[in-house]
């Protein structure tokens, strides 16, 4: 491989929106053939808005907003900006909790206004031993079944409510996902979130293989196990809790718009956000290297 070659692959990557690390990254780019997908703010804009708020019997819905977004207010999780916004257009003022704890990957606890609060993923309730309302869990299936994410809220030890956040998936995601396969690459959709709403965005994109309701820690564990079955992994992800999973790849992909923990794990950055440009990554990577050759 002539260095001049591989530069010129490189300068080329910068004029498709592709920045790439170092010239030794193309190597690795070329021998990929499984591609592993973050859901939110990859395959999804992930800029979610509120799109329903569930109560349960006896709850009044301003109440559940003005709690659930108090706390939110304090997380920069995307779901949380949602809530927090939601709550902001919906009540007057939000108040300041007492106390705030960060759940990575299952959402948020603390004390509003002498209030013990949580909002986030129903395993949060099996911790603090709740059970949902029959109707709750009832809504929240259907919305999940629609590809929408659905968390609890859950406040002195009753859950009170679900709040739906829908995602828009990207509109160039289905045409990068088609592209992958047209290169030989198998896309597998990763995430945090629930199995029925991961199932429905990977069928609207056409994406199979599906791994969801793993948590941030355990997201490199999934890249290790592919590479343990022979795979050469690509990651593409845009959140903190992509990071260690984007590092371990044999190839590393970040989200331009995404958080600077995945810019500075990944070995390759789409400038744009646009997973098309991962696809032109693989095709400059291949055709580089065999001019090369
Ligand atoms: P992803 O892999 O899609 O980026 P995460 O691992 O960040 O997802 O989160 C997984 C799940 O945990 C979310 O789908 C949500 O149910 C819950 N969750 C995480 N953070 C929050 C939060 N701040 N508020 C509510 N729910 C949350
Ligand atoms: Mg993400």
Avoid: C, Y
């Avoid at 006896?58 to 809530?83: F, K, Y």
């Avoid at 599906?210 to 593409?236: F, S, Y």
């Amino acid at each position: 491989a002539t260095p001049t070659a591989l530069l010129v692959g490189t300068g080329r990557g910068a004029q498709l929106g592709i920045l790439i690390k170092g010239p030794e990254v193309l190597e690795s780019t070329r021998k990929v053939d499984t591609i592993v997908l973050d859901k939110t703010g990859t395959v999804t804009t992930g800029r979610m808005t509120v799109v329903d708020v569930i109560t349960a019997e006896g709850v009044d819905r301003r109440e559940l907003l003005r709690l659930a977004g108090a706390l939110e207010n304090s997380s920069e999780h995307p779901i949380a900006q949602a809530i927090a916004r939601g709550a902001t257009g919906r009540v007057e003022t939000l108040p300041t909790p007492e106390s705030f704890q960060n759940l990575a990957g299952q959402g948020v606890q603390g004390v509003v206004e002498g209030h013990l609060v949580a909002v986030g993923r129903e395993s949060l309730l099996a911790e603090w031993a709740l059970a949902m309302p029959a109707e709750l869990a009832a809504a929240k299936a259907a919305a999940e079944a629609g590809g929408q994410t659905a968390v609890v809220v859950a406040w002195d030890g009753s859950v009170r409510g679900v709040l739906v956040v829908a995602d828009a998936i990207k509109d160039t995601s289905a045409e990068a996902i088609a592209q992958f396969r047209a290169l030989g690459l198998t896309p597998v959709l990763l995430t945090g979130d629930n199995q029925a709403a991961a199932k429905e965005v990977a069928a609207q994109v056409g994406i199979e293989e599906v791994i969801a309701e793993v948590m941030p820690e355990d997201k490199v564990r999934v890249v290790t196990e592919l590479q343990a079955q022979g795979k050469v992994v690509a990651m593409v992800g845009d959140g903190v809790n992509d990071a260690a999973a984007l590092a371990q790849a044999d190839l590393g992909l970040a989200m331009g718009t995404g958080t600077d923990a995945a810019i500075e794990a990944a070995d390759l950055t789409l400038v744009r956000g646009d997973l098309r440009a991962a696809a032109d990554a693989i095709r400059l990577s291949r055709k580089t290297l065999s001019t090369i050759k």
